[in-house]
């Protein structure tokens, strides 16, 4: 993958209010739009064009984040539509054209594309119905619009929503998968940027320790209510990757009970986190 300049302008000042992203060698805008400073957006230019757009928020039961992708000719009249009509969201994205060449076309088959692309990546909850059918248009046209997709992706990636990444890339080397078994768990997980990322099929210990029974239990139940575990009579079964804050953090929700991770997961050769990724940068 080549380097990318990305340039984010806040014009107020404020690295928390109204910021327009670029990559300096393309015409696609990423404009982030909190709710909070809506009437403040709503004067940009930028907005009011032809673009795709994606509301982010939190779910009330916890577990995954929400997400709400749409298309307008108008994106500031569609955000302040949301603003009235939608509860859930507090900052809102939109992709446009710096040039204006954005067509009800183009921003359609973005729409379908995001959709297709969240919903397989399973990153965020979707407030959207199905995606529908596919929109049909020149072959051209469409080379141009994967183009900006994937510009779009990149954007949101760096301004903090990877929409579109998996958790995790099935990695099957021998140093990238780390084991937990612990009191009947087995599970599998990667380490990468985000964290740790417990791997779908993954077996949490069914029963916690009365120390941790106040901690790991409501976050527990928090991953059932939002789908990521399943209560069976084993244990608690992974129904998707789900990335945790850190090794500790996950190895806790699969032994139930608290745990250093740096030394709960290992690889299928004896060899802990710890031993892989911190002993050698000591060194």
Known sequence: MLGKTIQIYCPSGDPRGVRIAEITTRIVQAVVAPRARLEEAAKRQELAGVGVYFLFGESDIGGLPVAYIGEAEDCTVRFKQHNANKDFWN???????????????????????????????????????????????????????????????????????????????????????????????????????????????????????????????????????????????DGYQFQRDWAFSSPSAAAAIICGSSANGWVEWKNSRGQTLDEIYRQPSAE
């Open 91 to 233: 900052i809102g994205v939109a992709i446009v054209s710096r040039t204006g060449s954005f067509t009800k076309a183009h921003v359609r088959m973005l729409e379908w594309m995001a959709i297709e692309k969240a919903k397989a990546a399973g990153r965020f909850d979707l407030d959207n119905g199905n995606a529908g059918m596919k929109p049909t248009m020149p072959e051209w046209m469409a080379a141009d619009v994967a183009e900006v997709f994937e510009t779009a992706d990149v954007l949101l990636s760096t301004l903090g929503f990877p929409l579109f990444e998996p958790a995790a890339e099935q990695k099957t080397d021998v140093e990238n998968v780390f084991f937990c078994r612990r009191g009947g768990a087995e599970a599998r997980g990667i380490y990468n940027e985000e964290g740790f990322v417990v791997l779908k099929g993954s077996i949490a210990r069914k029963n916690t320790t009365e120390s941790s029974h106040d901690t790991v239990g409501p976050k527990r139940e928090e991953l059932v209510g939002a789908g990521v575990l399943l209560n069976t009579s």
